[in-house]
């Protein structure tokens, strides 16, 4: 096929996707933007002078869910444009957005011009998810893909994962992972900005600021949500097995930090950066407490990975529409009642996450002999 008809085709998917999308949010009586409202509120409340992390006045409950402000004092700072824009109008720019930055993610991972496999992508819960909620995290989630996978001069490396950071917490993950990958003066710029950042939200903000990081921060208003199954994280399936022991979790989580930090360095040594930046965001949603659907938005990152790999791709589908999850009974601790079947599929996003990681544990293991070769070198010297 002629890379203008992909380009085309993939358009057209593209289009009928978002407008499919903002079709099943009216059909069902679903408001669009539930997320970016509340940035834009929070932006209205740092306008007006009114505390960001009480609730947010500038929310209208007739079209938007009353949800809390979760994000750092500068996240407040940087969404302040979005206050003088009306409330579709900010979902729209962030459906835009999310588009532009998913086809950055793919053509950075790929390689190659992903217009046709993004439209394909649309089907998969956590993108079409995220473009319905007008969630921040593919925009986040780009910024980090060009400072992990730089394609020009380095001189600022760094800077856009400190900055993303600064917006939402989990970003700070990939400061680990620039030392571990031995780019330590950009993990020091990364986190100079996000200190520059903080400290910019502390100086204009203040009274948020001591709240948010004496309080909010820690804020357990979810800890009845841990165990819904659109909590996609290692805390999650502690919770929907009745483990509620911190220790247990805590083990875990430090287990797995420790599995990736060995795959990262493996990888990185390897000579294949793109695999060493999936294993660190598959760590960030794993171990992190609260890891809703949306935000396994880094599934477009693995796409990319695959791209070409039809059967592979076929394989993330099954895991990612969303299918396995909607299949079992969720809500009012019914999570608790699953039968075996129910529990692997209502964990599907994690146990895959998992196993991908074992298996190229045990691959790297088996591989051993071809230490001191990078992937590169190893494809070269196969028939």
């Given at each position: 096929?002629?890379?203008?008809?992909?380009?085309?085709?993939?358009?057209?998917?593209?289009?009928?996707?978002?407008?499919?999308?903002?079709?099943?949010?009216?059909?069902?009586?679903?408001p669009l933007g539930v997320d970016s409202a509340v940035y834009r509120a929070g932006a209205l409340a740092v306008l007006h002078g009114q505390p960001l992390y009480e609730p947010l006045l500038a929310l209208d409950p007739k079209s938007a869910l009353e949800l809390p402000f979760t994000y750092p004092p500068a996240a407040g700072l940087l969404f302040l444009p979005l206050a003088v824009l009306p409330a579709q109008l900010v979902w729209l720019l962030f459906a835009v957005g999310t588009v532009l930055a998913l086809w950055?993610?793919?053509?950075?991972?790929?390689?190659?011009?992903?217009?046709?496999?993004?439209?394909?992508?649309?089907?998969?819960?956590?993108?079409?998810?995220?473009?319905?909620?007008?969630?921040?995290?593919?925009?986040?989630?780009?910024?980090?893909?060009?400072?992990?996978?730089?394609?020009?001069?380095?001189?600022?490396?760094?800077?856009?994962?400190?900055?993303?950071?600064?917006?939402?917490?989990?970003?700070?993950?990939?400061?680990?992972?620039?030392?571990?990958?031995?780019?330590?003066?950009?993990?020091?710029?990364?986190?100079?900005?996000?200190?520059?950042?903080?400290?910019?939200?502390?100086?204009?903000?203040?009274?948020?600021?001591?709240?948010?990081?004496?309080?909010?921060?820690?804020?357990?208003?979810?800890?009845?949500?841990?165990?819904?199954?659109?909590?996609?994280?290692?805390?999650?399936?502690?919770?929907?097995?009745?483990?509620?022991?911190?220790?247990?979790?805590?083990?875990?989580?430090?287990?797995?930090?420790?599995?990736?930090?060995?795959?990262?360095?493996?990888?990185?040594?390897?000579?294949?950066?793109?695999?060493?930046?999936?294993?660190?965001?598959?760590?960030?949603?794993?171990?992190?407490?609260?890891?809703?659907?949306?935000?396994?938005?880094?599934?477009?990152?693995?796409?990319?990975?695959?791209?070409?790999?039809?059967?592979?791709?076929?394989?993330?589908?099954?895991?990612?529409?969303?299918?396995?999850?909607?299949?079992?009974?969720?809500?009012?601790?019914?999570?608790?009642?699953?039968?075996?079947?129910?529990?692997?599929?209502?964990?599907?996003?994690?146990?895959?996450?998992?196993?991908?990681?074992?298996?190229?544990?045990?691959?790297?293991?088996?591989?051993?002999?071809?230490?001191?070769?990078?992937?590169?070198?190893?494809?070269?010297?196969?028939?």
């Amino acid at each position: 096929m002629e890379q203008g008809k992909k380009a085309s085709i993939g358009l057209f998917a593209v289009i009928a996707g978002l407008t499919g999308i903002a079709g099943y949010h009216w059909l069902r009586g679903l408001p669009l933007g539930v997320d970016s409202a509340v940035y834009r509120a929070g932006a209205l409340a740092v306008l007006h002078g009114q505390p960001l992390y009480e609730p947010l006045l500038a929310l209208d409950p007739k079209s938007a869910l009353e949800l809390p402000f979760t994000y750092p004092p500068a996240a407040g700072l940087l969404f302040l444009p979005l206050a003088v824009l009306p409330a579709q109008l900010v979902w729209l720019l962030f459906a835009v957005g999310t588009v532009l930055a998913l086809w950055s993610v793919l053509r950075r991972l790929s390689g190659t011009e992903p217009v046709l496999l993004l439209g394909l992508l649309v089907v998969l819960e956590p993108v079409w998810r995220t473009i319905g909620l007008g969630q921040v995290n593919a925009l986040l989630m780009v910024l980090v893909v060009w400072d992990v996978l730089p394609t020009r001069d380095r001189r600022y490396g760094g800077v856009l994962i400190g900055l993303a950071a600064a917006v939402k917490l989990t970003p700070l993950i990939f400061i680990p992972h620039l030392f571990l990958t031995g780019r330590r003066a950009d993990g020091f710029r990364a986190l100079g900005a996000f200190s520059g950042a903080s400290a910019l939200g502390a100086l204009i903000l203040p009274g948020d600021s001591v709240r948010y990081w004496t309080s909010a921060v820690v804020d357990n208003r979810n800890a009845d949500s841990v165990g819904w199954v659109l909590n996609q994280s290692l805390h999650g399936v502690l919770a929907r097995f009745g483990v509620t022991s911190m220790a247990w979790y805590a083990a875990l989580a430090a287990l797995c930090l420790l599995l990736g930090a060995v795959l990262v360095r493996e990888f990185h040594r390897r000579g294949d950066p793109r695999a060493a930046l999936l294993v660190t965001a598959g760590c960030a949603l794993v171990v992190s407490p609260l890891s809703w659907t949306h935000h396994w938005i880094w599934v477009v990152a693995l796409a990319g990975y695959l791209a070409g790999r039809w059967a592979a791709l076929a394989g993330v589908a099954a895991v990612f529409t969303g299918v396995a999850t909607a299949s079992v009974p969720e809500g009012g601790s019914r999570e608790l009642s699953w039968n075996p079947i129910q529990m692997v599929l209502g964990n599907a996003y994690v146990l895959a996450a998992l196993a991908a990681g074992a298996v190229l544990a045990v691959r790297l293991l088996i591989r051993s002999p071809e230490r001191g070769r990078t992937v590169p070198d190893q494809l070269a010297a196969r028939p």
